[in-house]
């Protein structure tokens, strides 16, 4: 089986976001970087597959020369091989523009399956895998915790709303998009480091892909959300603040 | 047709709470762009949905029935709305952002060259929409530049469903052409996981508890508050995808929906899809260490600190004014 898992480079959770001069995106400089969470769980799932039923781990980025921590991350927990597409302003592509890419780099590989995370936790967009399944003209599925080969194609247990699942039978190659939660992440081992740095990467320009990545959508302007709701902030050291609110939940709110 | 498109979601045979924001929401749009607004539902039978929906300040109601939509599909579902688009030529296309939107709508947007503005949160003048990016800390203004219908899809909650105006429309019948054989998933029935032993729901306080809380070997700190205040304990997802705390204990859009008298959010930075499932509650505390985490500003009261130190000391507070 070879699979093909589109990864992102995302800021750190914790890290301190800045709105930059122009007021148009954030501002990178400084920013710590991570791996997209759900990605890592497309990954975990993939390598799963692949120790099951054999095959190649293929992980798929775009973005700056930064990212390349976070292939030799993936290469470290076990992929076999990367793409990377150097693409220097992802941020002023929109979401069609990015998948564009991805799919110009996934075309000539033919996989058997190709797995993303269901949503970034930067843009939070969550449209990637889907339009790459459109671009490939391949079937797709959605928000999925469990993927099963079988003679078939595949069987994948889908999340829906409110607690319910749903089974979905589609035949491969197919584009799936992974939820967190559906595996453990494994950690990557001082070997899967050491071998990391021998595994090819292979370097695509945005141009050499050679198509049109225009956007159709433009973020004009980001910044901070305005507060609608005035939050009673009870301030002073944890015994004074806790104090206070027990006195506010009982006589203010009275829900004590 | 031109002019505003609402795509209404059913629910058990009815028009789904969100498929009213997203009429609300069109509603605006429609007034901002001074266009028409018309509704589509989609499905094997969709009489009752469409009367419905036929209650509203719609010009045209447009019943999309075949066989073949009466289990969601993408395939099915794109197809359709492909050939009505066709047909009919709207500029705006309006969603509930529900996951089966999430499923199929960006590869209907793909399909004619076009891309979707998804999750929106507000419509001003232009048209711009706003949505949220960075997990909720900030707010991205887009503005759509092509040439082919815009695909918006509204957040829950951001529209109100009551403010969608009532009216009298037409209803119509679309039957578009699909053959099994072009679609290519094969959806089960839904089903529940593990059996439901805890009914948040139902609980009146409730402590929930998320990544704040840095280790699993931490987590009796917040079962000694909850304990105190006779609260259940719930969390937010990665809690659960993580193992700490059993999956029926999530709370947010993939998880319960909750309406407690009190919530506690304990370490929860108020991620969208978990923010939607404590709407409900009537008061809401946050305690996190990052004075930006947007749970704040769906709390009525907040405390900016170490929950290793808060926690604790509240649970002694709350014990001792008992």
């Known amino acids: 089986m070879k699979i093909i898992v589109a990864i992102k480079q995302v800021p750190e959770r914790d890290a301190q976001i800045r709105i930059d001069a122009a007021g148009k995106w954030i501002e990178e400089s400084g920013l710590q970087y991570a791996l997209n969470e759900s990605d890592a769980y497309a990954l975990e799932e993939a390598l799963q597959l692949k120790e099951k039923h054999g095959g190649e781990v293929v992980v798929l980025t775009a973005g700056p020369e930064r990212v390349g921590p976070t292939i030799r991350e993936a290469l470290a927990k076990g992929a076999d091989r990367a793409i990377h597409i150097d693409c220097a302003d992802l941020n002023k592509l929109d979401a069609l523009g990015v998948a564009r890419l991805l799919a110009a780099a996934v075309k000539p590989e033919n996989p058997d399956l190709v797995l993303t995370g269901l949503q970034s936790d930067d843009l939070g967009q969550g449209q990637t895998g889907v339009i790459l399944a459109e671009l490939l003209s391949l079937p797709h599925s959605t928000l999925i915790l469990h993927v099963d080969k079988t003679d078939a194609g595949l069987t994948v247990k889908r999340e829906l709303e409110e607690g319910w699942f749903q089974t979905i039978e589609l035949p491969a190659p197919a584009v799936l998009t992974i939820q967190s939660g559906g595996n453990k992440l494994r950690y990557a081992t001082l070997m899967g480091i050491k071998r990391a740095k021998t595994k090819e990467v292979r370097v695509v320009t945005a141009a050499e892909l050679a198509v049109d990545a225009a956007p159709v959508v433009v973020l004009e302007r980001v910044a901070l959300p305005q507060k609608q709701k005035s939050t009673q902030m009870l301030t002073g050291s944890p015994k004074e603040a806790a104090a206070a609110l027990v006195e506010k939940l009982k006589f203010e709110a009275r829900v004590l | ?322």
């Open chain 2, 1 to 322: 047709m031109s002019g505003i498109l609402v795509v209404i979601e059913e629910r058990d045979g009815h028009v789904s709470r969100a498929s009213w924001e997203a009429i609300a929401a069109g509603q605006k749009l429609a007034t901002l762009a001074g266009q028409p607004m018309n509704a589509v539902v989609l499905g094997a039978k969709t009489e009752q949905s469409a009367a419905e929906v036929a209650s509203k300040a719609l010009a045209k109601v447009v019943r999309i029935e075949h066989p073949l939509l009466a289990a969601y599909t993408a395939d099915g579902f794109t197809l359709a709305l492909q050939q009505f688009f066709a047909a009919e030529k709207p500029d705006y296309v309006v969603f509930p952002h529900t996951y089966q939107v999430r499923d199929y709508t960006p590869k209907l947007a793909t399909r004619l060259g076009q891309a979707l503005i998804g999750d929106v949160t507000a419509i001003a003048d232009g048209p711009v929409f706003t949505r949220q990016l960075m997990q909720g800390r900030l707010n991205g203004s887009y503005r759509p530049t092509g040439s082919g219908p815009c695909f918006v899809s509204v957040q829950a909650g951001a529209f109100r469903a009551d403010e969608a105006q009532s009216g009298s429309a037409q209803i119509t019948v679309f039957t578009p052409a699909i053959e099994l054989a072009q679609i290519r998933t094969r959806p089960s029935e839904r089903f529940r996981g593990a059996a439901q032993t805890v009914d948040l729901g139902a609980a009146q306080r409730i402590v929930g508890v998320g990544r704040g809380i840095k280790d699993a070997a931490n987590l009796p700190l917040v079962q000694e508050l909850a304990t105190a205040l006779g609260a259940e304990l719930g969390a937010s997802r990665p809690i659960c995808d993580f193992g700490w705390l059993a999956m029926e204990r999530q709370i947010g859009s993939s998880g319960q929906t909750i309406a407690p008298k009190l919530y506690i959010a304990l370490g929860i930075s108020g991620a969208i899809q978990h923010l939607v499932g404590i709407k409900g509650s009537q008061c809401v505390v946050a305690i996190n260490k990052d004075p930006d985490a947007p749970i704040f500003e769906a709390a009525d009261y907040g405390i900016v600190g170490d929950l290793m130190e808060v926690v604790p000391a509240l649970t002694e507070a709350v014990k001792a004014a008992q």
